[in-house]
Structures are given as structure tokens and as C-alpha cells.
């Protein structure tokens, strides 16, 4: 036994010593030095500040799940890129961390910072299970009048990870982070041809950005040409704040992608399920802004919507049309591909929404500056939400902007004497506040249980049957537990 134990520890000393480190200070000496790396390899990038540096981190030997091949700053946030810098990776499990791009920005209209995708996708494959990790793209914008769109991070391949990194700071049109899907020659818009992505998108903090109009979201996944595919993304446990007048902070153009356990604090706009099909936010936490009028929830447009047990509180842009705790949106008669389909089937159950002004949930509205003819959504359920309105709000919980919309509205509570059909009046005494969050007891419905729990598996996910339908506190993600690790 002694001699097997001893050939084992023997076996894995000869594994980590075959690991090599290699130092390098310019593009020119990574690319020598990816001749030599293997599996389990670390490239090292000596401190220091860098102008112009177009890093291309390309492996034609690949990592394995357990031995990535890692290139990283010397000290994590001491590698500092800005002008036209870039960094672009390739390849089977590779991993890039504690990099810092700040200050002066002069990249052309369409780069992004960095990209999880070649230069050119003739050359290379796409990248599969990479992974971008403790870094920050700080204020490295170009400005808004540049007209210049681009991203922060571009997502390509499969698989891929982006966790505990910061952003803040930009100015121009494009969201920050971006998932996109891989088109051939043959792709057929708006199908699901595209190849499922499986990103994994987590831990990161998305400060102060603005743009004046639509294209300046912070995450935005797929666009509308691709947003038949089945993305199968994960996006879970980020913290949003300070995104300026744009009215989609998240942006979903794609399908079956989970959206869980996310905070939202202080932002102009909303959770928005915007194309696709069959995608699910639960877990969320969303507090409005303070006097800016301009705060939204959830929007939800497309069919199969699931949206349950989310915690909304202050949201203050009720006086505009699109913006509401929850809106269900109708669609365009004739919808062209990158227009509105009614949000027929949507399920939006056990969500708790506190002190918004207006109606909490609005059903049908619709997109009027377009100018088009609208069609209803249908199916649509609402069941065991909890609106708890503020002491001066005296606008109904529901409001159904079309007589034509088909829905079912039950075992809902409201604290107001409102007289709904489908709202249950509760007193005071029967909400609960525990770490400064109201909840009721709901019974939860059988059927969508077993419903919820189905679709969750598809990401698997396994949830207990309280989670459905309780919020908890730790699902508010803490500011200083995302983010570069460094800057925290």
C-alpha cells in the first residue's frame, strides 16, 4: 500500500513541476512563448503601464478543464493597458486574469476591449471554455460624440466565463458586455440554427455608464437576428447601479437563458426579456432610484416568459408607458424580426413589489411610438404576487391596458382596498418583514411548481420549493463581493 501511495504523490510531483512560467512584457514575446505552453502553463505579464498593446492570446495547444493555460498580470491591477489597447483569446481552456484597461481611449469604431472570439473567425476557432477573470475596464471610453459603438467585452464561442471583474465608465454607444451567437453562411435570421453558447456570466460589477438613447445597455445577450437560438446562459450574481437614461440594463435577445440572483440599485431602466422565447428571472433584487422618475423593473416581451419570486421595490417610472415593477408588453400585427411579439403564456408568480408609484403591473402595453397596430398578449398568468403599495399611491396594483388581452389573474394580494378580482386584500398584520424584506404566506399551486422546477432543469438547476415562492436576503448581492478582487 505503501509503495502505491508513494508512486501516486509521486506521479502528481511530476505533473506540477512539468508546469512552466514564462515571463513576457509585449505581444512579440507572448506569441514566442505560445509556442512552448502546455497544459497547466503560466504566462506571466510584467507590471507596468501600456500603451497601444494588441494582445493576442492565441493557443494552438490547449488547456484541459483542470490545467488551463493561465496568462496573467505579475500583480493582480499593476498591468495597466490604455490607448488602443486590446486583447483578444482563443482557444481551449485558457484563462486571462487581473488585467486593468483605464484612461485615455482611442480604439476605432467597432473593437472591443476585450474579445472572447480571433480577429478574424476564418483563422481561428471561437474560444470554448475560457475564462476572463479579476479584471477591470475602467473609464476607457471614447466619448458618445464620437460616434463610435463598441464593447467592453465581446463573448464568442462556447462555454466561456466572465466572473469577478469590474466595469465602469462608458460613454458610448454599445452595450458593455455582449453574448454573441456564432452565424454561418447559411444561418437563417431569427431561427435557432445558431449554436447553443452556455456562458457562464457571474460576480462582476457594472458601475456608472450613460448613453442618450437605445444601444447603452450594461448586458445584452444576443441580438435580434440570432434571438431564435437556445443560448442556455447563465447570468447570476452581478450588481448594477448609476446605468444613465437607457431604458434596458439587461437586455435578453435570445432564448432559455436564466437570469437569477442579480441586484439592480439606482438604475434608469430594467430587467427586459426583449426577444426570445422560454427565458426565466427569478432571485432578482431590484431597488429603484430616489427622485428621478425614471426607474423600471421587469419588462417582458416574446412568449413563455417565466418570471417568479423577484423582489422590486422603489420603482419610480410608472408615468411612463414601458416602465412599471412588471410589465407585459403586446406585440406588432406583422412583427418583423427585430420588432415586438406579444408576451403570450408569460408566467409571473410570487414576485414582491414594494413602494412603487403607479400601477405595479401593467398587461398590454404597447410600443405606440412605432405607430403600429398592436396585438395583445394572451395566457398570460399572474398568480401570488404580493403588491404592497406606499401610503400615498393610490393607483390600482393591476392595470390591463387591452380589453382583447387574455389572462388569469389569481390568489394575488395587494395591502389596499382595491376591490381587483384576483387580488386578495391583506391588513398589515398578516406581511411579515424579515431583514428588511416583506413577505406573505402563499400557498404554492401544484401545477406550477412542477412546471417551474421542469424548466429549471434544463440549466441544472435544482430548486426547493420555498424558493419559488420566498425571497431570501442573500440572494441581494453585496457590493464588495463582486468586482475585480483587488479594487475591493
Given at each position: 500500500m505503501n509503495r502505491i501511495v508513494l508512486l501516486f504523490n509521486l506521479f502528481f510531483s511530476v505533473l506540477f513541476c512539468n508546469a512552466n512560467s514564462f515571463v513576457v512584457s509585449t505581444n512579440q514575446e507572448l506569441q514566442k512563448v505560445l509556442n512552448k505552453v502546455k497544459a497547466g502553463d503560466s504566462i506571466i505579464w510584467k507590471n507596468g503601464e501600456y500603451k497601444n498593446e494588441r494582445i493576442l492570446f492565441y493557443s494552438s495547444r490547449n488547456g484541459t478543464e483542470k490545467n488551463p493555460i493561465l496568462l496573467c498580470a505579475e500583480s493582480a491591477g499593476k498591468v495597466l493597458f490604455y490607448g488602443n489597447s486590446q486583447l483578444f483569446l482563443s482557444g481551449d481552456y485558457l484563462k486571462i486574469e487581473g488585467f486593468k484597461f483605464e484612461g485615455d481611449c482611442t480604439l476605432s469604431d467597432g473593437e472591443p476591449v476585450i474579445s472572447f472570439s480571433p480577429e478574424s473567425s476564418n483563422k481561428y476557432d471561437l474560444p470554448n471554455h475560457c475564462r476572463v477573470t479579476n479584471c477591470a475596464i475602467l473609464n476607457y471610453s471614447v466619448t458618445e460624440e464620437s460616434g463610435k459603438n463598441n464593447n467592453y467585452v465581446a463573448i464568442g464561442g462556447t462555454y466561456n466565463e466572465l466572473d469577478h471583474c469590474s466595469f465602469s465608465g462608458k460613454?458610448?454607444?454599445?452595450?458593455?458586455?455582449?453574448?454573441?451567437?456564432?452565424?454561418?453562411?447559411?444561418?437563417?435570421?431569427?431561427?435557432?440554427?445558431?449554436?447553443?453558447?452556455?456562458?457562464h456570466i457571474h460576480h462582476n460589477y457594472f458601475g456608472y455608464r450613460t448613453y442618450s438613447s437605445n444601444g447603452g445597455e450594461q448586458i445584452r445577450v444576443g441580438v435580434s437576428g440570432t434571438s431564435g437560438t437556445k443560448g442556455f446562459n447563465l447570468i447570476e450574481y452581478n450588481y448594477f447601479e448609476e446605468t444613465k437614461i437607457e431604458a434596458e440594463v439587461i437586455s435578453n435577445k435570445s432564448c432559455n437563458n436564466l437570469y437569477r440572483f442579480n441586484t439592480l440599485i439606482g438604475n434608469d431602466g430594467a430587467l427586459v426579456l426583449r426577444h426570445g422565447t422560454d427565458c426565466i428571472a427569478y432571485g432578482n433584487y431590484i431597488l429603484g432610484n430616489k427622485n428621478n422618475k425614471l426607474s423600471g423593473g421587469i419588462r417582458i416581451v416574446n412568449p413563455r416568459q417565466l418570471v417568479f419570486n423577484n423582489y422590486i421595490e422603489n420603482i419610480e417610472g410608472a408615468d411612463r408607458s414601458m416602465k412599471a415593477s412588471i410589465v407585459v408588453m403586446s406585440g406588432f400585427e406583422g412583427a418583423g424580426i427585430n420588432e415586438y411579439y406579444p408576451a403570450?403564456?408569460?408566467?409571473?408568480?410570487?414576485?414582491?413589489?414594494?413602494?412603487?408609484?403607479?400601477?405595479?403591473?401593467?398587461?398590454?402595453?404597447?410600443?405606440?411610438?412605432?405607430?403600429?397596430?398592436l396585438v395583445p398578449p394572451k395566457d398570460v398568468l399572474f398568480l401570488g404576487n404580493l403588491?404592497?403599495?406606499?401610503?400615498?399611491?393610490?393607483?390600482?396594483?393591476?392595470?390591463?391596458?387591452?380589453?382583447?388581452?387574455?389572462?388569469?389573474?389569481?390568489?394575488?394580494?395587494?395591502?389596499?382596498?382595491?376591490?381587483?378580482?384576483?387580488?386578495?386584500?391583506?391588513?398589515?398584520?398578516?406581511?411579515?418583514?424579515?431583514?428588511?424584506?416583506?413577505?406573505?404566506?402563499?400557498?404554492?399551486d401544484s401545477e406550477l411548481k412542477i412546471k417551474i422546477i421542469n424548466r429549471l432543469k434544463s440549466f441544472n438547476v435544482d430548486i426547493d420549493e420555498k424558493d419559488i415562492s420566498i425571497f431570501k436576503s442573500e440572494w441581494i448581492v453585496s457590493k464588495k463581493n463582486v468586482g475585480a478582487i483587488w479594487l475591493n
Open positions: 460613454l458610448n454607444k454599445g452595450p458593455t458586455v455582449v453574448v454573441n451567437y456564432f452565424e454561418n453562411e447559411n444561418y437563417v435570421k431569427g431561427s435557432d440554427q445558431a449554436p447553443s453558447t452556455y456562458h403570450d403564456k408569460a408566467i409571473i408568480a410570487y414576485n414582491t413589489i414594494v413602494n412603487s408609484t403607479g400601477n405595479a403591473i401593467k398587461l398590454s402595453v404597447g410600443n405606440v411610438s412605432k405607430g403600429k397596430s403588491v404592497i403599495n406606499a401610503p400615498d399611491n393610490i393607483e390600482t396594483p393591476f392595470k390591463n391596458y387591452d380589453d382583447l388581452a387574455t389572462y388569469k389573474l389569481t390568489n394575488n394580494f395587494n395591502n389596499g382596498n382595491f376591490n381587483i378580482q384576483g387580488f386578495n386584500t391583506v391588513s398589515n398584520n398578516e406581511i411579515s418583514n424579515e431583514n428588511g424584506l416583506f413577505s406573505i404566506n402563499r400557498l404554492l
